[in-house]
């Protein structure tokens, strides 16, 4: 059974296209999100970290001086490795008697944050519309909202902008015509800062499946991983939203791999059957160990009819059991050697079974 097993490892490393190049470890320790203030009695959830680590941006609707269904809030603390506190509701017209939800905030080399977000507010161009809004150096309030304008934004739902790097590009996801399935994810793209975005694309390739694809967009950092949330009919979905990662050779080619977060991140428990997680948002940092996803949960609590709404962190530990910095034969030669000397070193319980064995 061992031998079986590390052949089917083996096997997974040399036919799954791009995977010898894959980030290897897990998302561990999940639970709601520590910090003051963020999860309430009410519903809480699509989590977005801001460039600098130290703001995290959330949709609610708790009654806390609320505008609408669902307002913005912000939590701050004054290091990556505190705990945030300090929840505030976004002021500076970002919150409407409608609703708010927050998809990427960065700030630029000249200190201005600009935060972009999905409403259904009145005179958009229709169902919910991407915005933008900005926060001048040394202030604590947003202003001078935009709508994206009619190329983005349509008379159907337009939702969550995620962008590249260099913001030439984002991602959303919409049910636009074109759209093959509840919702997809769409690309657009500009050759300049200064130029407006092209007509979107809608991503070709597994990303895109029968059902709902899409939500809260992260990117990782060198644009070769894109989390989001599916329920399409695929392996390893229960029909609820799964976080799901998809992955691609460049920044230049098209997302060609999509699998399940618990399948690519090992002995992860991240989705778990029959409860939704969705709106993922990785931290800039992934893969570095210690780095964070931040995500919503919807619980059934196993009372019917309830649902309970909540921001969630996993933590990655990375691995690599040679400790070379890489994933390659060095370490099936080193954990081959840990099973037939049934070794108790946790770094090889890949699984965390408790036991290093073939399952590994």
């Not at 995977?19 to 989590?47: E, H, R």
């Not at 695929?234 to 029909?239: K, L, M, S, T, V």
Request: charged share 20%.
């Amino acid at each position: 059974m061992r031998t079986i097993a590390l052949a089917l490892v083996v096997d997974v490393l040399v036919t799954t296209p791009c995977i010898s190049d894959m980030p290897v470890g897990y998302f561990g320790n999940a639970g709601l999100m520590s910090g003051q203030g963020i999860n309430t009695a009410t519903l809480d959830g699509n989590p977005v970290l801001s460039s600098d680590g130290l703001a995290l941006y959330f949709t609610s609707d708790r009654d806390s001086g609320g505008q609408g269904i669902a307002d913005i809030f912000r939590a701050t603390r004054e290091t990556e490795n505190a705990p945030f506190g300090n929840v505030e509701r976004l002021g500076g017209g970002v919150n409407t008697p409608f609703q708010e939800i927050p998809s990427f905030v960065e700030t630029s080399v000249d200190g201005i944050t600009t935060l972009w977000f999905t409403s259904d507010r009145p005179n958009g161009y229709g169902g919910r519309d991407l915005y933008s809004a900005t926060m001048q150096p040394g202030e604590d309030t947003f202003g001078n909202v935009q709508n994206m304008g009619e190329t983005v934004n349509t008379q159907y739902e337009d939702r969550t902008a995620f962008f590249s790097s260099d913001r030439l590009s984002f991602y959303f996801y919409s049910n636009r015509p074109g759209t093959e399935g509840q919702f997809d994810i769409y690309r657009s793209v500009r050759p300049s800062l200064d130029a407006p975005f092209d007509t979107p694309i809608r991503l070709s390739g597994p990303i895109n499946g029968p059902g709902w694809d899409g939500g809260n967009i992260s990117l990782s950092s060198d644009e070769l991983y894109l989390f989001f949330y599916s329920n399409s009919p695929r392996p390893r979905n229960d029909f609820a939203l799964d976080i799901w990662i998809a992955a691609r050779s460049s920044v230049e080619s098209e997302f060609d791999t999509a699998m399940n977060l618990n399948d690519f991140s090992l002995g992860s428990a991240v989705n778990v059957d029959g409860d939704i997680e969705a709106t993922p948002h990785v931290s800039r940092d992934w893969p570095a160990n210690g780095s964070k996803l931040y995500y919503l949960t919807i619980q059934r609590n196993n009372n019917p009819g309830f649902l309970d709404w909540n921001v969630w962190e996993a933590t990655w530990t990375q691995v690599d059991v040679s400790s070379n910095g890489v994933l390659d034969v060095t370490d099936i030669d080193d954990l081959a050697l840990a099973i037939r000397e049934e070794s108790d070193e946790r770094r090889f319980d890949l699984n965390h079974d408790g036991q290093v064995d073939g399952f590994d």
